[in-house]
């Protein structure tokens, strides 16, 4: 090895007393066991000519680097090599495969590229083979079969491509087979059923496509079962029950369909169950109750539909149950008080009815409680109020009922929360300043009375507080400016009165402020972090702040004020005589200033004079009433996502994207283009940029917070799903869920793919957008109308399921009043909800 590898007992002439030497009978060296020994360097100036006696060579978990040299190839004595979790690079050298006598050989955790070499197959002996986490290429050679005394093959996490070979089939030893994170196609071959001895079988994250072979079933021994994230689709074969054995079965993200076998049920020993994100419909079989041992079990993002049924209850030892966005209706059963082990339970976006289950936090385990979009009526379960064990609860747009001030307690590990669109009532408590852990509290649309209370300032984590369209009264509390996390704060739509504090205007987080339809006076801080901001409907005046958010807001959001100026195109400018000052005490004290200079004027000037400046003093108030201003426009709102690392993700997607290089363009319209961005987590996402002009600004901003506005309001499975958004003067973004199917109009533009459409998949389309509109006409409050839906606006998932996109002209109804539209969307095209403004979702449809 190079001059950095140093062991201080390696000295004398004596190498059978070194640390990691062992040596044979006959003083030879037979073991070299050197793992974690923070060795540098290279191997290829290391003399392994004279170890003929090598058996054994350990030198894991270093910091090696460089090619694995060829003579190696001559330890022809050689068992056991090792040279996984360091960073060894270059090809796997042919001359390895001269090792007939090894045993093990495991490389796993290094940089290795190139294809497996053909000989591999030499290696008749070899029981253990790890080539996992490099970065081979090519196809798996048929040579593998030769290995029949190979227990453990583990080849994931590589490039590997084509298909499975049949050879596999011919190791019947074979216990592991880890094919998993490569980018393998075709179908599963049935010769897999022949590995009868095999008790994990990972091939997961690939692309392999066709059915589940039935010859799975002959793998009784089988204990995990990992044929997730591919292309799969057909049925799940009843023959999958007969495995017996299994403790782990994951099949989600496929595109598998029909009914969950009710065979499945035989698999007592299951532990974790997971076949979400399929096409499976038909209801939930109740043989599942026959699980005891189950503790996953995940079937969301499905057609199920029936009722969830009451066996369910008998799984005792259930700590995740996720069922939503399904069609599921009907009640819960009260065995669901069984499930006291739960920590996540999802039931959002189905049909469900009745009651939310009274004890679902008896066991003090729950974090995940998840039920929104769904008719559940009645108050907050009573077990909820003590169940400090929550993380997360999102219980919004339900008709849910209860006086607030009585159905919540402390909850420590709380992050996130949102009661929004319901009917409860009753005060703020004074405990939503004991959640420490706090992030986002919205319980906007509901009818909540009382102050603000102080205590809500100890939430210091808070980035989102939204308690909008409620009956709050009072005053703004100056604590809320100790909320130095908040990004979003929302308190439009009550009667709140009095000034605003100066305290909040020193938020320097804070980018999105809606403080419209209440009853404020005076003006307020800078706030220079400001992206958006409504202030609207108030009794507010004098001089906007100077600064972007202000002078680039529309007329909506500052509408209806007593008499503000300003920057602000919308506004006149400020006579040069309007100051602004923070606060009322701060005007008091310069009014006092002014009577005390115009005492000492008056003593030193004449009458005439002092008259002159005292008549021009009175005259000020008049200037400011001129300003007011009342045109009429509509009144807007803008929400944001959940908290998560902004700049983390924003360097991902520029990384990404390699700065929007036009390579990873997939699509320009008007207003900007769209990346296919893949982050470096393995997700692949949608990246809308706009265009921009001069000074930063970008060409459509009312349709950049349009589109923003819209996604935040809707949650749809047949809308495209928003993960957040960018507003910055060197680019401005969108980032939605990457949809693989592009758009209907590509599709019917694309003769070869047109073939595939038929008219079930078409259907399907139909009705999806059908669905997505009549959600946005009738449940959403206020109601959105999209004015451009088109074939190029309806994007398709590889299951073709419709998601509308493009929200940049969508239109928010007023309610109670009549709404005009001007014309908007594609040209020479006309959107169903722009022919009339009443019956929108019937002439949609």
Known sequence: ????????????????????????????????????????????????????????????????????????????????????????????????????????????????????????????????????????????????????SLKGLFLDGNILTCMIPISIGNLGNLTSLYLSDNKLSGSICNEIGMLKSLTRLALQDNNLSGSIPTSIGNLGNLSALFLNDNKLYGPIPQEIGKLGSLFQLGLYTNNLSGSIPTSIGNLTNLYLLSLAENNLWGSIPSSLGNMKNLKTLELFMNKLSGNIPLEIGKLKLLTALELFTNELNGYISFEFNNLTNLKYLGLEENMLTGYL???????????????????????????????????QVRLERKRLRGNLSEDFGIYPNLTYIDLSYNHFYGELSQKWGQCQSLQSLKISNNRISGVIPLELGRSTELHILDLSFNHLVGQIPKELGKLTSLFLLHLGDNQLSS??????????????????????????????????????????????????AFSEAPFEALRNNKGLCGNASSLKACPSSITWSKNPSEKRRNKVVIIFIVHILSILFLSMIVFWILYAVLKRPRLRNKLNNTREAQNGNMFAIWSYDGKMVYESIIKATEEFDSKHCVGV???GSVYKAELQSGQVVAVKKFHLVQDGDITNAKGFKNEIHALLEIRHRNVVKLFGFCSHPQQSFLVYKFLEGGSMKDLLSNKEEVVSFDWIKRENVVRGVADALSYMHHNCSPPIVHRDISSKNILLDSKYEAHISDFGTARFLKPDSSNWTSFAGTFGYTAPGNITFSLLACLAL
């Open 357 to 391: 289950p009274r004890n679902v936090c008896n066991g003090g385990s729950l974090q995940n409680f998840t039920a929104f979009d769904n008719n559940f009526i009645g108050s907050i379960p009573i077990s909820l109020r003590n169940c400090t064990s929550l993380v």
């Open 669 to 671: 319209g008007g207003c």
């Open 499 to 548: 000034s605003i504090p100066s305290e909040v205007g020193m938020l320097s987080n804070l980018q999105f402020l809606i403080l419209s339809a209440n009853n404020l006076t005076a003006t307020f801080g800078e706030m220079s972090s400001l992206t958006n901001v409504d202030i609207s409907y108030n009794c507010l005046e004098g001089l906007l702040p100077n600064n972007k």
């Open 1 to 148: 090895m190079e001059s950095q590898f140093r062991l201080s007992s390696w000295v004398g002439n004596i190498p059978c007393q070194w640390v990691g030497i062992s040596c044979n009978n006959f003083s030879s060296i037979s073991h070299i066991s050197l793992t974690s020994s923070a060795l540098k360097g290279t191997l290829h100036t290391f003399s392994f000519s004279c170890l003929q006696s090598l058996v054994s060579l350990d030198l894991s978990h270093n910091l090696l680097y460089g090619t694995i040299p060829s003579h190696l190839g001559n330890l022809s004595k050689l068992i056991y090599l090792n040279l996984s979790e360091n960073h060894l690079s270059g090809r796997i050298p042919s001359e390895l495969c001269q090792l007939t006598s090894l045993h093990i050989l495991d490389l796993y955790s290094n940089y290795i590229t190139g294809s497996i070499p053909l000989s591999i197959g030499n290696l008749s002996n070899l029981i253990y083979m790890d080539l996992g986490l490099n970065k081979l290429s090519g196809s798996l050679p048929q040579e593998l079969g030769n290995l029949t």
